[in-house]
């Protein structure tokens, strides 16, 4: 089955330390590829997206993610976290039948 | 105010009794989803609608009805509510299907 996958449940993290978080899909062709922070109590929040071009997507607080084919994968990166990054994390794809899907999530503990 | 709202902010309700959630954006936007979101299971899709009386399934439509008479609102109606409905329920809007989600804050449903 067509899925998207973040290995990651809850990742702990010190602040000031950098953060990787990983999403893989298993869809055919490249589809659409998002990441959303969900703040406790909130609706999500997107972060970043990639449609094509640069590998390498700039997103809002200080985000990255890089997009590699080979790996099916939409890995999402910050140098340096916050205590405010303290958050939940969904990586989505847009495959082919326009329904967009969300990972698992990935919960961020931001520890002093 | 501008944005897309969502209500009641919680339900509690009993099994077998109708349930309906409301949904409201302001921006016009073309397409309209329902999400539920689940512990481990992140966020999965119930119903969309491309435009006003387009309305089709996604990953878990089971047990739930929506209608789309009006662009702005759609509603999302619990017809018998069974103790696995209780979620927390997210509706989203986007002016094209491949662009962002805007969400609203979310419905909290506990199913007795």
């Known amino acids: 089955a067509q899925s998207v996958t973040q290995p990651d449940i809850h990742i702990t993290v010190s602040e000031g330390a950098s953060l990787e978080l990983r999403c893989n899909y298993s869809?055919?062709?490249?589809?659409?590829l998002f990441w959303y922070v969900q703040s406790p109590g909130q609706g999500l929040q997107l972060l970043l997206k990639?449609?094509?071009?640069?590998?390498l997507v700039q997103g809002i607080k200080g985000f990255e993610a890089e997009f590699k084919r080979s790996q099916s994968s939409f890995n999402l990166r910050k140098p340096s976290v916050h205590w405010s990054d303290a958050a939940e994390y969904f990586c989505?794809?847009?495959?082919?039948?326009?329904?967009?899907?969300f990972g698992a999530g990935t919960t961020v503990t931001v520890r002093a | 105010d501008a944005g897309i709202t969502q209500s009641p902010r919680y339900k509690i309700t009993e099994t077998g009794r109708q349930v309906t959630l409301m949904c409201h954006q302001t921006?016009?936007?073309?397409?309209m989803f329902w999400y539920r979101q689940d512990l481990g299971h992140g966020l999965r899709l119930i119903y969309y609608s491309a435009a006003a009386d387009i309305t089709d399934k996604g990953e878990v439509p089971d047990g739930y009805v929506v209608s789309r008479s009006k662009t702005e609102n759609f509603p999302l109606t619990l017809e018998s509510a069974t103790r696995s409905q209780t979620s927390v329920y997210f509706c989203?809007?986007?002016?094209?299907?491949?662009?962002?989600?805007?969400f609203g804050s979310g419905t909290q449903l506990s199913v007795l």
């Open positions: 989505a794809v847009i495959p082919n039948d326009y329904k967009l899907s």
């Open positions: 869809y055919g062709a490249t589809p659409y």
């Open positions: 989203a809007s986007s002016p094209h299907i491949n662009e962002k989600l805007f």
């Open positions: 921006w016009s936007h073309s397409y």
């Open positions: 990639y449609f094509s071009g640069d590998t």
